[in-house]
């Protein structure tokens, strides 16, 4: 005989209800029978003499759920063409090799698989629909393999001990919920998620990944935590983020997973007709394939292993974006770079770092594009540390922008360089550039060398202690910066030219200086042109605790300390503290007063 099993509702947990309305109908989820199989008659699902009590489970997605606990079974049942609550495989149940039939529909009950189950296949010519969110639970420490095509719209949770192997293929596949792996292990050997699948790994969850290509929209974490995604085989594999959208996981993204030996590649925007798929990796990566990011893709990393091993390359391409964020330091990975960002034509950059203080020792090969590129530091600093030679930009613009700050280390064989944006970027490489730097917006500090001329645009700072190859031009309403706490000044190989309205700023403590001490401001190998508005020839320039007298001469500006503002003497203040009075020395200005006295 059958008897139903009503799952349980606590009454003390409807307190404050009325008993009318303690009086309900309980929904179909919590209403379902639990209705065993005992095969003895054949393997027909449908047939009420294969299940104890005479009745098979009914043909919808609410009333029943099926059960399978037998420890060998003479008839594996064929589902046929059928709809079911759930399904559950008892602790007592030997191998099912395997359900059969056409297509199995599945309600919110899912697939529950208790500890102590033997493995439990699922025939590759049944289709099973996933028609709501639901849950499959391998708790039976086992390999289970599910064979045929995965459909429908719901989101599937895998959750237990044990291993799921999917065989779903792109050929007939049309599954388009989420999958999420909790716990426990999923083996992705056919091709059947795409752009329309959002993946997440839980803390306990991992993903094999056996197919040449696998697709997702992106992959996230589950539960607040991520697991680890890789190979299950010796081969290299490729794992494509194709859905428009925002996606972070923190767990890791491996080559390999236990002993295979296989490359993971990662492929960021690959569809051209996508756009705005931002994924974000926040744990310590360990795949060493190439990663490539296309389309206006964004690849967001917070770890200094967040690009995986630095063996392999990264490509940013076609209105990609890779951003730093988070104080992280990224190895020497080599990076290829075209274009100017996810917008194209302007974007805000290929290479960016978005926040913190952030770095990275690899070196950049530009890709030939005609809008230039472009490097963004939008807050903190963002350090590019390596020496090398940034190559292949063919006569391109290398810009260097944002509101934060950044320093270039490398140079730049076949370029020029546009400095924009707000902040502040300082370059200490050698001969960085063949076709002009220049200043359009906020400062450039040149420590290094330029290899040929320099434009300073209204409104725009250079500073810095290096050298230009070439000629140097201060707009109208342009400024020259010059540190006291530098040991050098600027120069160039050719002409000074400084405009009616360019004026010179100071910035730094000046000390250690007496009288008749020159400092050169600036230096022209050749001539220079022009005078700074509020600098005259001759006049007196005061800063600190020094004025001095400035010297326009054939190829530079000098200043010379014309007088020193004296600190009060030891002796005066004793002879103030015994008369019972302090004279306080004045506080040091690190304002300049520029005038023309």
Known sequence: MNIPLIHSLQISQLSGFSAAAIALTLSPSLSASIIEWDGDTSSTYADGNNWVGGVAPTDDLVTDTARFDLGNYSNVPNFGTTSVYGIEVGANSGAINSFGGTSLSLGAGGISVESGANFVNFDGALGINITTNQTWSFNNGAVNTVNGQLSGSGDLLFDGTGTVVLNNSASGATFSGALSVSNGRVELVGDGLSANNTVALGSGGIIGLRNVFHTFAGLNDYGGSGGTIGLSV??????????????????????????ATGQLSIDIGSDASLV?????????????????????????????????????????????????????????????????GVSGGGGDGALVSVSGNNSYAGLITLINVSTGHRITSQSGTFTLSNTGTISNANARALYLGGAGDGVLAGSLSDGSIIKDGTGTWTLTGTNLDQFGTTVSEGKLVIDGSVGSNIVVNSGAVLGGEGSGGGNLTLQDGSVLEYDFEKSGFLNTAGDISIAGTAILDFVGIASGLSVNDTLTIVASATSLSGVFSNVADGGTVSYGDYEFVADYTATGLDLTVSSVIPEPSAFALFLGIVGGWMIFPRRRSTKARLGNS
Do not use: K
């Open 234 to 259: 010796n081969n290299n594999r490729r794992l494509d983020f194709e859905g428009a959208g925002t996606y972070s996981f923190s767990g890791v993204v491996a080559d390999n997973i236990g002993s």
């Open 276 to 340: 705005e798929v931002t994924q974000t990796f926040r744990g310590a990566n360990t795949y060493s394939g190439v990663t490539d990011i296309n389309n206006g893709a964004v690849l967001i990393i917070e770890n200094d292993t967040g690009l995986g091993n630095t063996t392999g390359n990264t490509t940013i391409d076609n209105g990609g974006s890779l951003r730093f964020q988070g104080n992280i330091s990224v190895g020497d990975e080599a990076i290829s770079m075209g274009g100017d």
